[in-house]
């Protein structure tokens, strides 16, 4: 008989009895449709692997993980080839998820996970809004003729919730007409009381992880300069945790273009942190 122990490759701190937890991690590696460099696909494994170099304590928030009591349900396996059917597959999952009375926590993956997790958290509010932290616009209606896009995910999502319900923090980089969008629709947040309008809603967070400087998120697959600290992120988290958080996902790692590992650092840490605001 062997006796162990043996490598544990769910994410540190998970509780393993999906009935008794408030939270469902869900693994999402899909990057099907990104339009620069692929690998997004990569990441959930890595970040769990990753997340063991944590610490379970949080100073910034003075919680633990096992005060989160979230489940680590694994990565959802995808068709290859086959973008629809992969996002009916991750709004099928998400709806069970919010059928057992509990919260999604996506871990991707490209940005376009977000839209059926979207779809399926409106079913059950519906007071529904997104906080979008992204060095992107997302606000596209296609890319190149494809309307299930990456960089469209946000504005697809907006028709859902309503533009009014939509805050985005930390965009420098779109079309014209996107940044357009944004200012006719007041969806750029620059400082937290921008956030205030949505306070009585239910909040889905969503955050591409490029919405960081290149100096610290390098392993993503469409860096942008000019970025968040980790500690400016921290700060809109801080903020955010007396909002009514229902849902949220961490997304655009692509771990393969950061050989030193410290990008999947980065980004387990942002899960953590976020964790501890839900």
């Not at 170099?53 to 396996?77: R, T």
């Not at 977000?114 to 529904?128: G, H, M, N, Q």
């Not at 889905?204 to 860096?223: A, C, E, R």
Request: a negative charge; hydrophobic letters at 40%.
């Amino acid at each position: 008989m062997l006796r162990g122990p043996f490598l544990d490759r769910t994410w540190m701190g998970q509780n393993p009895d999906y009935e008794k937890s408030d939270i469902v991690m869900l693994g999402l590696p899909f990057d099907g449709t990104v339009s620069y460099r692929s690998g997004s696909r990569f990441a959930p494994e890595q970040i769990r692997l990753a997340s063991w170099g944590l610490e379970e304590y949080s100073p910034y928030f003075d919680k633990h993980l096992e005060d989160v009591n979230f489940h680590d349900a694994g990565d959802l396996e995808f068709p290859l080839g086959n973008t629809y059917k992969t996002l009916d597959v991750i709004q099928e999952n998400v709806e069970d998820i919010y059928r057992d009375g509990k919260r999604v926590f996506g871990i991707g993956g490209e940005h376009l996970v977000t839209l059926p997790e979207i779809k399926a958290v409106s079913k059950f509010y519906r007071d529904l809004a997104i906080v979008h932290f992204d060095a992107h616009t997302d606000l596209r209606e296609e890319y190149m003729g494809e309307e299930m896009s990456h960089s469209a995910v946000i504005r697809h999502s907006s028709k859902i919730v309503g533009a009014q319900n939509l805050r985005q923090i930390g965009i420098r980089s779109g079309m014209k007409e996107e940044f357009e969008f944004m200012r006719k629709n007041n969806t750029l947040a620059t400082k937290y009381s921008d956030l205030d309008a949505l306070k009585d809603k239910k909040i889905f967070v969503t955050v591409d992880l490029d919405v960081l400087d290149t100096s610290i998120m390098p392993g993503t697959g469409t860096p942008e300069c000019g970025g968040l600290t980790f500690n400016e992120l921290v700060g809109w988290f801080r903020y955010l945790k007396d909002f009514d958080i229902v849902g949220a996902d961490v997304v655009e790692l692509a771990p393969d273009y950061d050989a030193s590992g410290a990008s999947t650092a980065v980004a387990t840490k942002v899960i953590r942190e976020l964790l501890m605001i839900m």
